[in-house]
């Protein structure tokens, strides 16, 4: 099949070929990047579960703000309480009484910030009131810190009251709406 002409051909390319240098590194060469490779397969070990325990953690942060910041559980509902009043008695049972502001604003902070569902007329009541007790509040710091006589003092104290009271009454009637849905 193959000839000589054939062979000789194939020779005279072969020997025309350039000469093969010295080899790319000698053994210590070869023995230093022998050694080199676990090493740096070890770093981009450690990186990779580096980024992997971040990745986790970014994880267990972002569900725990989700889930942390729902609804809270409910008031404990008294034994006396029948099954089908249960969530208004419950709700009324840890309403304030009217007049105590303390109380009040201890039962508003208790609340969730927004409840799930928002009806526009009651969540817009309910904004404007806190922006009046916010308004008040202001006036209240202003009015103590200058020399304001203390008649003015009590009148801005009793506004806010009312409006914290108002506050309570709308959250409290818009609690009662969800605990009937």
């Known amino acids: 099949m193959h000839t000589e002409l054939e062979h000789a051909a194939l020779t005279r390319l072969l020997r025309g070929l350039p000469e093969d240098g010295a080899r790319p590194y000698d053994w210590r060469e070869f023995q230093r990047r022998a050694q080199a490779a676990p090493a740096a397969a070890a770093r981009v070990a ?4 580096l980024a992997a325990a971040i990745v986790i953690a970014l994880a267990a942060l972002a569900l725990a703000l989700r889930l942390g910041g729902g609804p809270r559980p409910p008031h404990p509902v008294p034994a006396s309480v029948t099954a089908s009043n249960a969530p208004a008695a419950a ?3 840890a309403a304030p009484a009217e007049g ?4 009040a604003q ?3 902070e208790r609340l969730p910030r927004e409840p799930v569902v928002v009806r526009v007329g009651t969540r817009a009541a309910v904004e404007t009131l806190e922006d009046h007790i916010a308004q008040v509040d202001d006036l209240l710091s202003a009015e103590r810190a200058g020399s304001a006589p203390p008649a003015r003092v009590r009148a801005l104290q009793q506004e806010r009251a009312q409006l914290v009271s108002s506050l309570v009454q709308v959250r409290y009637a818009e609690t009662l709406a969800d605990a009937t849905r």
């Open 46 to 49: 450690g990186l990779k579960a």
């Open 106 to 108: 201890y039962w508003l």
């Open 91 to 93: 709700i009324s049972a």
């Open 100 to 103: 105590d502001e303390a109380a």
